[in-house]
């Protein structure tokens, strides 16, 4: 019988349906990157590792020691110094590690954005409900002949839903504002024109 501490908790069904959901979602995504995507992906998590970078300082280590050992002993290298054939290849791999680390994080923005918007969705959702609870709760507060019925203007405000368009409309004057308070971007650009 196993013990009962190497055991997990039980987790509550909405919290496992919640976990089922958002691993769903993630596999879903990767479920959707193309055989080059997913080589390009194991390249960069094995480019990103340190013993990627213990081999590369090794390769190099023994390419500069071979060449001029080699020099030393007398015999003409392929590469001598400054060792041009390294550089080119140190070049060469740079870019690939560039292609491949800014293809792997595009695919990694494409998840981004699309948690951003679930997410935003499910909180302009939460919003909602939550106006309706607040406003069945003043409702059944007005109807109740044992409570005091009276104005509330904060819970009227709260039992209706924002109104997305005008809260998208004042984060950009209030960053707007921010701005011109802090100098703005063009706050340079004018302090250096003359007057």
């Known amino acids: 019988m196993p013990n009962s501490k190497d055991q997990p908790p039980e987790l509550p069904p909405h919290i496992a349906e919640t976990i089922k959901s958002i691993v ?27 013993r990627f970078v213990a081999i590369v300082t090794v390769a190099v280590a023994a390419w500069i020691g071979l060449n001029l ?3 030393a002993l007398g015999y003409q290298t392929a590469d001598p110094p400054p060792f041009s054939w390294l550089n080119g290849a140190l070049s060469l791999g740079s870019f690939y590690m560039v292609v491949f680390v800014l293809t792997t994080q595009r695919r990694e923005d494409q998840l981004a954005q699309l948690r951003e918007q679930v997410t935003l ?13 607040i406003e069945l709760l003043e409702e059944a507060r007005r109807d109740n002949p044992l409570l005091h019925d009276r104005v509330d203007g904060e819970a009227d405000a709260m039992a ?8 998208i409309h004042s984060i950009r004057e209030t960053h707007a504002e921010a701005e011109l308070i802090a100098g703005g971007p063009d706050a340079a650009s004018r302090d250096v024109q003359p007057g």
């Open 69 to 71: 050992t080699l020099i």
């Open 24 to 50: 769903g979602f993630h596999a879903e995504h990767h479920g959707k990157a193309s055989i080059l995507e997913r080589a390009v992906a194991r390249v960069t998590a094995r480019i990103a590792s340190p």
């Open 160 to 167: 209706r839903p924002a109104d997305t368009k005008s809260v």
């Open 121 to 133: 969705e499910l909180v302009l959702l939460a919003e909602q409900k939550l106006a309706k609870v």
